[in-house]
């Protein structure tokens, strides 16, 4: 028994740091600082505009966001996405004609129905009530892609590195031929909801 505990105090002597006057360790501190980015709204004059009843011509909508990140942006897709108001509820504002990117603005106090969104984005619109269809102009800015995003046609776009910048889409000023009617889209409020997505990658 005696035997046994001598051979355990030099294990433990054997484990134990050895010094000779002084010791000195380390011991170190770490963060992590994750990926992060923020957008905000910036409103400006072309959120609005009046529509000529007799053409459907606007004089010019934009939507404007700007993001910052903290260096690590290819962590993130920023996606813009788009919805209307219907009698159905919240729908996809962004339909393809030909190979361009069309947004369509829904009439706020006189909801369309299903049949006019049906129609609107058929590729070759009759009869659409209260709802009129623009060109998304392509931001030459960005490398943008068109796509479906968890289920939504919409923008995507590539920041390219940069950590403080601006996103803006304009939206044409000339509707699609058979989107607007002075008799069939009524007066009132036109509007569509543009939204930037900020979403992980996997």
Same mark, same amino acid.
């Given at each position: 028994?005696?035997?046994?505990l001598i !051979?355990l105090?030099?294990l433990?002597?054997? $484990?134990a ?8 360790t ?5 963060v992590?600082?994750?990926s $992060? $980015?923020?957008v905000n709204?910036v409103? !400006?004059a072309?959120? /609005? &505009? ?8 606007? /004089?010019?909508?934009q939507a404007v ?5 903290? @260096?690590?942006? +290819?962590?993130y897709?920023f996606?813009?996405?788009s919805t209307?108001? !219907?009698?159905? @509820?919240?729908?996809?504002? %962004?339909?393809?004609?030909?190979g ?5 603005l829904?009439n ?7 049949a006019?969104l049906?129609d609107?984005?058929s @590729?070759?619109?009759q009869?659409?009530?209260?709802m ?7 931001n030459a800015e ?8 968890? *289920?939504n046609?919409?923008c ?6 940069k950590?403080?910048?601006?996103? &803006?889409q304009h939206i @044409?000023? !000339?509707?699609l $031929? *058979?989107?607007?009617?002075l008799?069939?889209?009524?007066? *009132?409020v %036109? ?5 930037? +997505?900020?979403?992980?990658?996997p």
């Amino acid at each position: 028994m005696k035997r046994n505990l001598i !051979t355990l105090l030099l294990l433990l002597l054997a $484990a134990a740091p050895v010094c000779s006057g002084a010791c000195v360790t380390d011991s170190i501190l770490t963060v992590i600082i994750p990926s $992060a $980015a923020i957008v905000n709204n910036v409103p !400006t004059a072309a959120n /609005n &505009s009046t529509i000529n009843p007799q053409t459907g011509f606007h /004089n010019g909508l934009q939507a404007v966001f700007n993001i910052k990140t903290n @260096g690590d942006d +290819n962590t993130y897709d920023f996606v813009i996405s788009s919805t209307i108001n !219907t009698e159905a @509820g919240e729908k996809n504002g %962004y339909f393809f004609k030909d190979g361009e990117l069309y947004l369509i603005l829904a009439n706020r106090e006189r909801l369309p129905d299903m049949a006019s969104l049906a129609d609107i984005s058929s @590729g070759s619109p009759q009869s659409n009530k209260n709802m009129i269809a623009y060109p998304v102009i392509k931001n030459a800015e960005f490398q943008t892609s068109y796509q479906n995003y968890n *289920g939504n046609l919409c923008c995507k776009f590539l920041s390219e590195g940069k950590q403080n910048f601006n996103i &803006s889409q304009h939206i @044409g000023n !000339t509707p699609l $031929a *058979g989107t607007y009617s002075l008799e069939d889209d009524g007066a *009132g409020v %036109y509007e569509a909801v543009i939204t930037l +997505n900020i979403y992980r990658k996997p």
